[in-house]
């Protein structure tokens, strides 16, 4: 085994095919198949994923080994994703992991793909700015299209969750309302980018009364709709003429519900060192939310580069690196699954 163990991370929950090579915490290398075939559909076809998957599997981690400059021989783990996420795009990355690990006699680490998000904070790039990574323990805001949660980080094998939505994610509630409004799927980016040119107080959305730390985001949703269909009524054009501040308000609503309870737990638990991960932390006015959190209540913030904000193997890696460091091995027999408690 090398002195600083190199590890081969593969991600294949969703509809991106990603491997990614590590030397200890430094990336070597992180590559992405995206699948443009969904976006007709207006989402994720399961059948669909797991076929591209098996087409770029092989050729994305022939990409990663030739850009990292190593050879499959100088690896020490192979670190993939076991689970959550669709099962068939699942069984692509754990079947070429079990195969890869069988031809050159090297263990698998599985990965929880809600922890690989968090640990994506400490990643090390090979050159350029170093970035802070947070000390433990720490508060993560967790929010993706399909789950919106404040993870409790303890270290890199103790998360407890916290808080998390009882319903949809934040990142459903901006897909949702985006396709509502004719503005394609993925919805996320573009309510994201309209939202910069409205007014974020045109329109007073609903907000719930959860209690605890846990999130609602179906009655926001709900509202959203119902103004749609009252403002329509009087005016067939509204969507098209209100578009921006129709987006600038349903940003701004979603990131006050976020930050309410996100703020509760930071004060309650005596926390001030706080993350943000998952996809939807590309979103602009959530970064910009952090900031101002900072200044306001002397948080030190860790927001992840915007390679790291989607499903990409270098968090893979990362979290496979802590477990393969702690002795932490996956047996053949291992099947993946579709959802899980952290």
């Not at 994923?49 to 050879?71: F, K, M, W």
């Not at 990574?133 to 980080?153: D, H, T, W």
């Amino acid at each position: 085994m090398n002195q600083t163990p190199i590890i081969l991370g593969i991600e294949s929950s969703c509809d991106d095919t990603s491997a990614a090579v590590l030397r200890g915490r430094t990336l070597l290398s992180n590559v992405i198949a995206s699948q443009a075939v969904h976006t007709a559909y207006g989402g994720v076809v399961p059948e669909l994923a797991s076929r591209a998957h098996e087409q770029n599997i092989v050729p994305v981690v022939s990409e990663a080994l030739r850009r990292a400059g190593v050879t499959a021989r100088d690896l020490d783990a192979i670190a993939f994703t076991r689970g959550p996420g669709l099962l068939g795009s699942l069984l692509v990355g754990t079947n070429f992991a079990k195969g890869l690990s069988l031809a050159l006699d090297i263990p698998m680490v599985e990965v929880n793909h809600l922890h690989a998000h968090v640990l994506a904070h400490f990643i090390e790039e090979p050159e350029g700015e170093k970035r802070d990574a947070p000390e433990f323990p720490f508060l993560c805001l967790l929010v993706s299209g399909g789950n919106s949660q404040i993870i409790l980080v303890r270290s890199a094998s103790d998360m407890q969750i916290i808080g998390q939505t009882i319903d949809d994610a934040a990142g459903e509630a901006f897909d949702k309302c985006a396709k509502v409004m004719g503005l394609g799927y993925p919805g996320g980016p573009v309510v994201n980018r309209l939202a910069s040119l409205g007014n974020p107080k045109a329109f007073p959305f609903s907000k719930p009364h959860i209690a605890g730390y846990d999130y609602s985001f179906s009655g926001l949703k709900t509202s959203f709709l119902y103004t749609l269909r009252d403002e329509l009524v009087k005016n067939p054009n509204f969507i098209e003429e209100r578009k921006e501040d129709l987006c600038a308000s349903l940003q701004h609503t979603v990131i006050e519900i976020l930050m309410k309870k996100l703020r509760q737990a930071a004060k309650d638990l005596g926390i001030r060192q706080v993350a943000v991960a998952g996809g939807v932390s590309a979103n602009t006015g959530l970064r910009e939310a952090f900031a101002d959190h900072a200044r306001r209540y002397g948080w030190k913030i860790f927001i992840p580069p915007f390679a790291y904000t989607t499903d990409n193997a270098a968090m893979v890696a990362m979290n496979g690196y802590f477990s393969f460091l702690e002795g932490k091995r996956c047996s053949l027999e291992a099947v993946p699954f579709a959802r899980v408690m952290m």
